[in-house]
Each structure stands twice: as C-alpha cells, then as structure tokens.
C-alpha cells in the first residue's frame, strides 16, 4: 500500500502542526501558517479528502459562526522501535505521537540482527493487531550505534556485534509494509524530547544518551543534526587519555570507556579489589560480580570511593561537553539515560566542569538538566522520525 | 532611504539562485524553482519592477524562441568590511558578490571601537565615490570575537580590549545609511568559502580561521550555524592543558595560547633563548624581538627547534578538531589565515592527528584543506552575511 502524503508544503506545514499542538480551529491554523482564509480551506479540505486530517468536534467560539476543531486523522498510527543491547521497546502511537500501547521484553543484541530484527516486527505486528489497525502508517527505528541514515543500515556498531551493514529498514519496512527509518537511538530520544520533553521549546539542544553505549543527539535550528555521513554525534570514542581503561571498541582512554556501564562497573571493580569499597568487596565477594544496580546504590549510600568513581566519569564527559557546547552553542543540555539513582551526582559534577570551564557567551543562560521523559523519548523520536517523513510534501 | 526587499520567498529564491549562480534565462530559472511558466514570468516581471533583476542579454537558444539571460540589477552593490587586529579591509561588490574596489589599511583595534569603526564607514565612502553609487544595498561585517548577533555588538572580545558592547552595528548603519550585519570573523570568512571557496559544494563544513585570534564558522545544512545566544565556534580558550602557555584572556593553557600568533611566538622565543634554535637566537639578538615572519621563515628553512613548535601547535588543534569533527561530522574542513610559508606544516600535522583518531564514519572521505580563497575570503562573505539579509523575504 503506497502511503498518503501531503500534496505540497503547506499542507505539510499544518499536519506537522497538528501533530505537534494537538486540535486547532481553521482560524488557528490560517493565522499560524499566513494563509489567506480561502487557500487554508481549500488545503485543509484535501488533507481531510486524502484521510489525513479529520474533525474533532467543535471549537471554543471567538464570536460569529461556531467553527470546528481539526485534528490529525485517527488512521494516522506510528510505530516507534528501540532496540537497546539488552532490551526490545516497541510503542504505537496515533497521529499526535501519544502513544497508545507499549510492548517491551529482553533481547541480546549477540545474537545478530536477524532475529532481532524480525522479533521487533512481530511486536510490531501484535500491537497493530491488539489496537485492530489494518495498517501502520510508518515506523521509526533507533538503534544503539552509528547508523548510515540513507541506506539504513547500522556502520560497524561496538554495541552491536555482528549488525555492519545489515539491512534493518529495509528488513522491517518489508515485513511491515510501511514506510520505515532507521537512525542512531540517540538522534531518536533528541527528537522525543523535541517532541514532548523541555527540548520542545528550544531550537538548539544537546541530547546525551548515557547508559551501555554513550551517544550525543544534536537538534539544531529546529532539525536533527546528523552531518555529512550521519556521523553527527559520535563521540563515544573520543580519546580523552593515552593511556586509559579499555574500551569495547578495543581502543583505550575513550570517553565511554569512563562513562558507559562497563566502564563505571569496571572502575567500582577496581575500587572494591582494592579495598577502597568494603561494602562493594563484600558484595563481590558474595555475587562474584558487580552490577550497575550495585554500583549506584553503593554511591546512593554514601560508599566515598564509589562516589568518586562516579564523580570522575562525569568530570569526564563535563570536558568533552565543554568543547562540545562552545563549539555549537546549544540553548540546553538534556542528559538521559543516566543509572538509577546516578542522575544528580553525575549532573552535579557535569555542571560544575562546564559552568567553570566553557565561554561565558555559550553557557551564560544554558541549563544542563536530567532528561524527564526517560525511557518514553526513545519510541516517541523513533515515532517522530517516520512522521517527518511521512508528513512532508513529496 | 528604505531597502527595497523581495516580496515573498519564490523572489528571494530566485534573487539569491541569481547571485550564486550568475545570469540565467527564465526557463533555468523555472526549472530550478520548479514553478509554473506563468507564475515564474510574473515573479520575474516583479523583481525586475522592483529594480532587484534585470536583463542580461540573450540566451543560449534551446531550440524555439530566443530568450534572454536575467541577472542581479547592476544598481544592487554590497560592501563588506573586516576588522582585523591590525588592519581594516574593506570592498564594495556587485549582485553576484565579484569584488569591484577593494581598499587596505593598518588599524590599531586598541585605539577602540570608535575612530576604527569611524574610519571602516569613510574607508566604504570612498569606494562609493569612486564607484559614482549613490547608495549601498547593504553592508555586512565581520570581526574577530563574539558578537551577539541580534543585538550587533560584540561581547567581551579578548582581540578587541574595550569593544564589548560597542554598538558597531547601528553606529555603521547609521553612518552609510543602508542596513548593516556585524559578525564574528569566522563566521563572515566561512560564508566567503560558500559563496566563492571550496565550500560551495558542502552543505556541512567547518572553517577554522587561524592568526591572531582563532575562531571557527560552522556552515551547517547550507547556513550559517551560530548558535543559541551566536557563540557557536567560539574554540579560541577551549583548556587543552592545566599548566599551558598563559593566554591573552588571562588563563593559561587556551587553544589560542598554543596556536594563535602570540603562542607560536612566544614558544619560539623559548626555542630561541634556550639555544634549541640558534639561528632564531641571533635574529632575537639583532632585532630585540621575533616576528611571525622570523618563526614561519625559520620553519620553512628547517630549523627543527622551530618546526617542533609549528607541529606541536598543529597537533594541538588537530587533537581540538577530533571532536568537533567527531561531533557535527562535516563534509570539509578548511583551514584559514594559516601565517604565510607555515600552511602545509601545519596541514600535514592536523591531518595525521585527525585521521588517526577520529572515527571513521566522521573523516573516512572528509578532506582537510587550506582556504584557496585567502583574505579575500572576508570580505566576499560579509557581503553574504548582508546579502542573505537584504535577498530573504520580508
């Protein structure tokens, strides 16, 4: 089935309006989008033609004729895809981008993109069939690595053993019969929180995606920044020492060699072999591991190495973000992703390096705050992703 | 007297299509905007009236009627104006921003905004006396700091001591009685390589502007990219080091302190009265100090002392532009204001730390390059930076 688009650029321009404000009268929409009252009816009644827009009921009077309230059509349903390296999340949502139901469940990324894949498109498929949609109008994708947006494929993901190339979009455009995009996961939440967190009121932001794979979404002027190569925001392996721990990507000193779980489970580690952390040598010694969880809650407890652990991982990303926030000048900073109950000491120690150390001109006026979409940004973007694409004129 | 604007965005469109493209028969023109005959024709009609365009003579003959070439009025002239530490460069353009006049002279930015932005209005004068223009469509300029872009003052800048806040924009405005742009050097020099450099076939590049002051003007999906308050670039006093060179911002250890004029100086002064550099020693001996010159002259004849200071410097940024590459992942980078004799040192430097260490979606085929365009460069793009203005609809 060959989805319905807009026919030109104003048409365009009032759907994505209605997506992102919710219903609007006629007189609404003219005066947001400048067109003369006959031409606004005249485009919004094709949109209605093609089945993209719909009426909602009627709008509060300004005085003269009662008018009706628009709103994306109820046919309109999106589908928002995360593969994370442990974990499946996978949400439909209507055309206003809430999302309407939510599936999530384990996954190992080891075990390569074709049963991943395919495992996504059959969630997919259970919640159009609980919600009795014949048909998806699109599906976004994010995944945890770089991801060459043309072609759709993920570029040598470290967080995805085996997934180089694999033809993901495709793959799940195919099995769902949709239009389908794939981009990096952190590029998605950036556009949740564009869409429905405090990124939605500034036209410049940084999203730093914290967690077992480090990434950085940029929306820049209003749009995602991905770059000449969909490289924009790679700077999980950035070099911040000669000589430092050892990163997934067989390289050393990476900054997500300090900051991704590993890294912080890595250096708890070494705090409790050497004694610096009783309480985590103990833990050690009964479970024969440490776990994130242990880690933030002996840091939630007050364990002096552990904090320090965790402070000295955020120290870490605060010089990277000082380079990165005097160099684009984003109005906000949105950290997500961040360990349970890690959050405002990793924050706090983040700000205190970027306040002290960045162009006063930069980040005079720029808040660094904890995401408070949480997870939710991931299918949100992944959803807003496909609309953007599916609500552009051809 | 009030500029006349193009009325809506097709006229803008096709105002600027003709000062980047050069003249063009009303079919290339209908072609590329993709509008109706008829609509193009009375679009066209429109600028022509408003005395935007005119005709250019004949066109090509694709077979049928001969049409004619339309271009930029000849009576649409730019000047563009580069404050510099030390000199001020000022040039007038036609339509399609070709220099016309060009006029240089020493400045001293310490003698303060007043007498320089003064002499910069007079300088433009008499280019448009001898041009015989009765008025100038607009004037755009560019100097070395932060500027806050709205407001056309600069803010706080280390190059310019007592600036911050001069109102360079409105005093020049007011002075040449056209509108006026003001901002920051790099900025104004990267959209010189867009409209006349090898920027002109990227959407996504970064122009780093070396010298005195150091600065970097991102071009980002083919526009200027400045930022939330227009401090986007703003790398001169990034921290590379705790214990560093002292900086003219008064830290240590600066980007600038390393690489800019005053830090390749004074590193060579240390090789000269250490005796690493005997040559650059006696010249210190008989002159009482070191030029530029001395350093980049002393580093093309070999002195290893010296051309260690060069590389080190080049390695330094070279380490800064691994993670803005990494980061907004351009298509080009291009390196400007490289001091005379030292360019392709410092090239060969930057490249080998940039492509050693960046990842490879980022540089797998970004280019590394000098500015073919030279000083030149800021003068053509201030008058962009007006130009962009002065050609959008209003």
Redesign the interface.
């Known amino acids: 089935m060959v989805p319905v688009r807009p026919e030109n650029a104003y048409q365009a321009r009032l759907l994505r309006m209605l997506r992102d404000d919710g219903p609007r009268s006629r007189v609404e929409l003219g005066d947001a989008v400048g067109l003369s009252r006959s031409r606004l009816i005249a485009e919004v009644d094709r949109l209605v033609e093609l089945g993209l827009v719909e009426t909602a009921g009627p709008a509060a009077s300004r005085g003269g004729r009662r008018s009706s309230l628009l709103r994306v059509a109820g046919t309109v349903r999106f589908a928002g895809v995360v593969i994370g390296t442990d974990r499946l999340t996978v949400a439909v949502t209507d055309g206003e981008l809430n999302v309407l139901a939510e599936l999530r469940e384990p996954a190992d990324v080891r075990s390569g993109p074709g049963p991943v894949v395919a495992r996504a498109g059959e969630l997919v498929g259970k919640l159009r069939a609980e919600l009795g949609l014949a048909q998806l109008t699109g599906v976004g994708v994010g995944l945890p690595g770089?991801v060459?947006f043309r072609e759709g494929t993920p570029?040598?993901p470290g967080a995805l053993p085996g997934w180089h190339g694999f033809p993901v979009r495709d793959t799940l455009g195919a099995e769902l019969g949709c239009p389908t995009l794939v981009d990096n996961d952190a590029n998605v939440m950036a556009l949740g929180e564009q869409h429905a967190g405090i990124g939605r009121t500034?036209?410049?932001f940084l999203y730093v995606k914290l967690g077992t794979a480090i990434g950085?979404g940029?929306v820049?002027?209003g749009?995602p920044?991905?770059?000449?190569?969909?490289?924009?925001?790679?700077?999980a392996?950035?070099?911040l020492a000669d000589e430092g721990p050892g990163c997934a990507c067989g390289e050393a000193g990476c900054l997500e060699a300090y900051c991704g779980e590993a890294g912080l489970i890595g250096a708890a580690l070494d705090a409790a072999r050497s004694g610096r952390s009783p309480a985590l040598a103990d833990r050690l010694a009964t479970a024969g591991t440490l776990t994130m969880a242990d880690v933030a809650g002996a840091a939630a407890g007050g364990d002096p190495a552990v904090q320090a652990v965790v402070r000295d991982a955020a120290r870490r990303l605060g010089q990277?973000l000082?380079?990165?926030v005097?160099?684009?000048?984003?109005?906000i900073v949105i950290i997500g992703g961040a360990p349970d109950g890690l959050g405002h000491t990793l924050l706090a120690e983040i700000r205190a390096v970027v306040y002290r150390?960045s162009?006063?001109?930069?980040t005079?006026?720029?808040p660094i705050v904890l995401s408070d979409l949480g997870e939710r940004a991931g299918v949100v973007g992944a959803a807003r992703l496909i609309s953007e694409q599916v609500f552009a004129a051809e």
């Open positions: 770089p060459a570029i040598a500034f036209d410049d950085c940029l820049l002027r749009a920044h991905r770059g000449a190569t969909s490289g924009a925001g790679d700077i392996h950035l070099r990277v000082v380079g990165l005097s160099f684009v000048n984003p109005g150390r162009a006063p001109l930069a005079g006026t720029m």
